[in-house]
């Protein structure tokens, strides 16, 4: 009987390095911003919630919070561009904030109550989709960066 062969430690190192290497710099960059933005986001969200502001407000504050985030990180970090971008970049999180609202509140409406666990669920799934649209939005017309899909 033949047993498989084992992968390596120096072997798996090397093919993470290569997995990595495909990964365009610019998705690993948003990527960290965003998980800066997210953290602000629900940082203010749960804050807000916590002193009594209403759903809709509190979602809006820790949105923009996350814009602020983004805005800086990916202008100066993710995409590298000098020149201002601010009007476009503000027009493309106000629509997805739109949308970021709707589905946060559709999301709850489907919920019986409006328990923490209810509540995080809403913002887990509209913060996702949000980012998804924000990156394409973003990259192609903020950023003007080719669609490239690949992985």
């Not at 190192?13 to 997995?19: A, P």
């Not at 800066?36 to 804050?47: E, G, K």
């Not at 476009?88 to 709707?102: A, V």
């Not at 989709?129 to 192609?140: D, E, G, T």
């Amino acid at each position: 009987m033949k047993s498989k062969p084992s992968i390596t430690g120096k072997k798996l190192r090397q093919n993470m390095f290569l997995l990595i290497n495909k990964i365009p710099r610019e998705k690993i960059r948003f990527t960290f911003v965003g998980i800066a933005a997210v953290f602000s986001d629900l940082t203010v969200y749960n804050l807000s919630l916590h002193n009594n502001l209403s759903t809709g407000p509190a979602k809006s504050l820790g949105y923009f919070a996350g814009v602020a985030i983004s805005y800086f990180g990916n202008n100066g970090y993710t995409f590298k561009k000098k020149k201002r971008i601010f009007l476009r970049y503000l027009s493309i999180y106000l629509f997805t904030w739109i949308l970021n609202l709707l589905i946060n509140f559709g999301v709850l409406s489907l919920f019986d109550g409006k328990t923490s666990t209810n509540v995080f669920s809403a913002w887990v799934f509209s913060t996702i989709l949000s980012a998804c649209s924000n990156f394409v939005l973003l990259s192609r017309l903020v950023f003007k960066q080719p669609l490239n899909l690949k992985v």
